[in-house]
Every structure is written in C-alpha cells, then in structure tokens.
C-alpha cells in the first residue's frame, strides 16, 4: 500500500513539473511586441573616409517598435540596457558625397536587429549623414593670433598640410589659415628679457566649431613653435 502510493506521489509531482516546464516554455514562445529607445552613431569601417550624423550631437535616437518570440524580445531588451550607444559601421556601398545623405532607419537597425524579431516601426524613418574621404590640403597658412601683444613673432613651420573630410575641404578653401592662439602661451613661457620659444596648438580658422570625430590632423604636427621677443606688453 505504502509503495502504491510513493509510486502515485512521484507520478503526480514529476506531472506537476512538466505541466510547469510546459507552462513556462509555452509563455516565453508567445509572440509579444516592444517599442525600444535605440541610440545610434554612425562610423566608417575604412580609416580613409569620414561618416557621421550631421545633427550637432552626431548621434541620434531611434523609436523601434519590435515584434518576436518573448524570449527573443527580452534578449534584446538585456542588450539595449546594457549598451549606451549602438555604433554602426557604414561600408563603401554608401557613395561619399560632400553633401548629406539621406539614409533610412531600417536600413541602419538591420545591422543590429535580431534576425528573429521583425520590424514595426521606427522613428525617425530617415537620418541624415556626411560620408566622404578624407583629402590632404597643402599649403595652408599658419597665423599666429597675439591679441594685444606686440612681438616680432616667426612660426616654425610657416605652412603646414591638413588632412580632413572632402566636404570641410570646401569650406578652408576660401581661407585656407590654420592659426595659433599665442597671446596666452607666450605670456606665459616668455623669459624676463622678453624672449620666447613656446609651442602653441594649431587649429583651422575658418573650423571653429571643428567636432571631434573629424579627427582633423595637421602636417607634421598639430602645434606650431613660436620665437621672437616682445616688443611690448
């Protein structure tokens, strides 16, 4: 008797824990829908080419609405939480061009989106992007800036070569300058006779709001040296 009923009691727990196992496998199988808060950057996967999201923060946020499997969805809930920025790499498919492309948010989340979710929607449908070549400009001119200081100042180099985007080509070319905010630094690093020699930063006259992800290299150097004397403080 006793036997009898251990063998009912292992029938009905090990019923109880498929009916469960079941129950769970059946809810995560249940498709389920999710709008997500995706932000993105735009990058080059060639070092030779400049791509990036023209608005001000060269990033953007896409509004994604996914449909899938439970299980699905919450795995890519798990990566978005854990990842502060998506950063997609756009290949040569996308033609350079010196002015903005139009390229569309499904095209971009296709590079991140599970293969087992689908698509609802997005918002914005369209982002804009600068992808262009990087170009070399020789020649340009380098400027020191000496605010109310009067000093016999020489630059070494005198000109320098710039390597940046095809489209900030463009804009350097009507004043192709790269100038050296000097006053400060030779305050600073003159000697009591009133000599100098310091090294100063370079940066283009007509970029002043110049981002980051340009990475704008100057040739052979982002500093220019500064000698001379002041003549008057």
Do not use: C
């Amino acid at each position: 008797m006793r036997i009898g009923m251990y063998e009912q009691f292992k029938f009905w727990s090990a019923v109880t824990v498929l009916t469960v196992l079941i129950w769970v496998a059946a809810g995560q199988n249940v498709d389920e829908e999710k709008t997500f808060k995706i932000p993105i950057r735009l990058m080059s996967d060639d070092p030779n080419r400049y791509v990036a999201i023209t608005e001000p923060s060269y990033q953007t946020t896409f509004i994604v609405t996914l449909r899938g499997r439970r299980r699905h969805i919450k795995e890519f809930s798990d990566i978005v939480s854990n990842t502060p920025f998506f950063d997609i790499k756009i290949d040569r498919t996308q033609p350079s061009s010196t002015t903005p492309t139009s390229l569309s948010a499904r095209e971009i989340l296709s590079k991140i989106k599970p293969a087992s979710l689908t698509l609802y929607s997005a918002q914005p449908e369209t982002v804009l992007a600068m992808i262009d070549d990087y170009v070399t400009v020789h020649d340009v001119r380098v400027e020191p800036v000496l605010g109310d200081l009067k000093v016999s100042a020489v630059p070494t180099p005198a000109r320098v070569s710039v390597r940046l985007p095809g489209f900030a080509a463009k804009w350097i070319a009507a004043d192709p300058v790269a100038v050296a905010d000097a006053e400060r630094v030779i305050r600073a690093g003159s000697w009591p006779d009133g000599n100098f020699k310091v090294k100063v930063p370079l940066r283009l006259k007509a970029l002043k709001d110049e981002a980051p992800e340009m990475q704008v290299k100057m040739i052979p150097s982002d500093t220019v040296t500064l000698s001379g004397q002041i003549e008057s403080l």
